[in-house]
């Protein structure tokens, strides 16, 4: 049997073509393309509920999970009338269109891409300059378990519920633990970075197993990464197993995922 060249799906009333549908993109569990988009399908909904309305950067995976990869942020010339962008300005005074997280039918268009994380910025699309997160990496040194990022991440608790802020945490992917913070859409970059990092001395001064340190060759215990506030950084959101597998679990040897929990 020919295989397929194309499938096309109706979503959101959309019409999205997955082109390749049978290309294998995780060798060893033999899951194909399709596959990929049958599982974002399923976790639609939670999935572009963390990035809706945020410009969004891609990290495509063309030759699968075990190829290389790169992160795009130009969404191509050639793609469907619907598709929603926003210019983003860059600090070098360069721009880019980037996909909108807008509906599912997006999140699919995405995973025709390859594209098998989503890495949303801090703004939403009607204000492009001002976030509405202060995000957090709580990022282990090498040796230091999971058991002291969670600590830290208590701590980062304490500190923020003492300044009135709610941190929504969740595995990063890796070993660490993202904290996302909602704050007003009232003050630019460099001001919430300076507060990350306000928090992040806090939570250092509170506890030896955390560092703020920038260089690491000096860090030990948990690094608190106050830079992912910066203009071009874009955390991964919930969105996917590394091992491809149909849920997102714990992470695990051979098995992490972007996972959100409601608490601490």
Known sequence: MTPAKHE???IDGREVRVSNPDKVLFPQRGFTKIDVVRYFLEVGEAAVHGARDRPTVMRRFPDGIEGESFYQKRVPKSRPDWLQTVTITFPSGRTADELVMADVAHLIWMANLAS???????????????????????DPTPRIPFESVRKVALISREVLEEHGLTGFPKTSGKRGIHILCRIEPKWEFTEVRRAALAMAREVERRTK?????????NRRGVFVDYNQNARDRCPTRPSRCRSGGRRCRRSTPGRTGSTPSRRF
């Open 8 to 10: 096309t799906l109706q």
């Open 116 to 138: 098998l994380e989503l890495h949303p910025w801090p703004v939403r699309k009607t204000d492009v300059d001002h976030p509405d997160e202060l995000r957090v990496d709580l």
């Open 209 to 217: 197993l955390a560092t703020t340190e920038w260089w690491k060759e």
